[in-house]
C-alpha cells in the first residue's frame, strides 16, 4: 500500500501561481511513477500531469503545457505540481496517484486538494 496526502491547494486569482505537494508513505516511493488528476464539477477526473519513477520522462495535458511543471524528490518521498499563469478554467480538485508507468494503472490515490481560480 502507498498513502498520498496532497497540500498546497488554496483560492488565487488568474494569472497566479500555487505549487501542490504529494507526500507519500508506505512501500517505496521510487518504484512508482506518479500523476497528478483533476476533476472539476460535473467533469470527469482527468490527468494533468505524469512523471516517471526515475524522474526523466515527463507528460502534460495539452491544456497546461508549458505552464504546470511535475516534479519529485526521491529522497523526501515528494511529488510536485508547479502551476504557473493559473486560469479560472483550472479550478478543480487535485489528486496524486501512484501507478505502475506514466500512462497507468494508477492504483493509489490521495484524497484530493481543492484549487480555486478566481477572474
Known amino acids: 500500500q502507498v498513502q498520498l496526502v496532497e497540500s498546497g491547494g488554496g483560492l488565487v486569482q488568474a494569472g497566479g501561481s500555487l505549487r501542490l505537494s504529494c507526500a507519500a508513505s508506505?512501500?517505496?516511493?521510487?518504484?512508482?511513477?506518479m500523476g497528478w488528476f483533476r476533476q472539476a464539477p460535473g467533469k470527469e477526473r482527468d490527468i494533468v500531469a505524469a512523471v516517471s519513477w526515475t524522474g526523466d520522462t515527463t507528460r502534460y495535458a495539452d491544456s497546461v503545457k508549458g505552464r504546470f511543471t511535475i516534479s519529485r524528490n526521491n529522497a523526501k518521498n515528494t511529488v510536485y505540481l508547479q502551476m504557473n499563469t493559473l486560469k479560472p478554467e483550472d479550478t478543480a480538485v487535485y489528486y496524486c496517484?501512484?501507478?505502475?508507468?506514466?500512462?497507468?494503472?494508477?492504483?493509489?490515490w490521495g484524497q484530493g486538494t481543492q484549487v480555486t481560480v478566481s477572474s
Open positions: 508506505g512501500r517505496t516511493f521510487s518504484n512508482y511513477a
Open positions: 496517484a501512484a501507478g505502475a508507468t506514466t500512462r497507468g494503472p494508477f492504483n493509489y
